[in-house]
């Protein structure tokens, strides 16, 4: 198992453009979790996934932001019509969903928009 | 609501040394997990080490061991004989029961060669 991967690494994009990142979990975790990191900040919540359920989204997750799990593996984060405030570095982490497991995280996706 | 503070922004240590890294959080919770977290320049968030709200002894990972104070809200970390490849970004989390995680702000720590 080689843990978190996310892809793409690095994203530069233009304001008003959409932007879509996946997130590939360590195979036998069904918990998925996004978090968003800016410079200088610690990760904050964004949302979670039991298998292909969202249970949970903050409300930092504006209409702008959808996330996906349709099969219970992979995730998508997808950003509609960036904005400048969006750069930041976006963080996937998993865990398996019995009792008070750890979440691993992948290596980031870092958004910058000009 | 629950909150996570490193009142540290940077701390250094000399390499050998030993250092102690501050956080307290606050939480109305009796049950709950709490971690360190490291995150090296460029490179992917680590789990270092975590502590379960009900256990009072205090966890311990080779060099790395915390000093849980559950009635003060108190969870410090304390690396021992440091190395340089523990310079890192280091953050204090809290888990809550509802599975979120929240992060404080972090601590830069710079190890002195």
């Known amino acids: 198992d080689t843990g978190v991967s996310q892809d793409p690494r690095h994203k530069i994009t233009k304001r008003g453009q959409n932007v879509t990142f996946r997130c590939d979990p360590i195979?036998?975790?069904?918990?998925l979790y996004w978090y968003r990191q800016t410079l200088g900040q610690g990760p904050e919540f964004l949302t979670y996934?039991?298998?292909?359920?969202?249970?949970?989204k903050s409300r930092l997750l504006s209409d702008r932001f959808s996330a996906e799990r349709p099969k219970g593996s992979f995730s998508t984060l997808e950003i509609q019509r960036t904005e400048q405030g969006d750069s930041a570095m976006y963080l996937c982490?998993?865990?398996?969903?019995?009792?008070?497991?750890?979440?691993?995280f992948g290596p980031g996706t870092r958004l910058l928009v000009l | 609501a629950q909150t996570v503070t490193q009142s540290q922004p940077e701390m250094s240590v000399q390499e050998a040394e030993t250092v102690t890294l501050s956080c307290t959080y606050d939480t109305s919770e009796s049950d709950y997990y709490l971690f360190w977290y490291k995150q090296p320049p460029s490179r992917q968030m680590i789990l270092v080490i975590r502590q379960e709200a009900y256990k009072q002894q205090n966890a311990t990972e080779n060099r790395f061991s915390v000093n849980f104070q559950k009635a003060a809200k108190s969870f410090s970390l304390k690396i021992s004989d440091s190395q340089l490849g523990d310079a890192a970004m280091y953050f204090c989390?809290?888990?809550?029961?509802?599975?979120?995680?929240?992060f404080g702000k972090g601590t830069r720590l710079h190890i002195l060669p």
């Open positions: 982490a998993s865990s398996l969903a019995i009792g008070w497991e750890t979440q691993y």
């Open positions: 989390a809290y888990r809550s029961p509802d599975d979120k995680i929240i």
């Open positions: 195979s036998e975790h069904n918990r």
């Open positions: 996934f039991q298998n292909e359920a969202q249970l949970e």
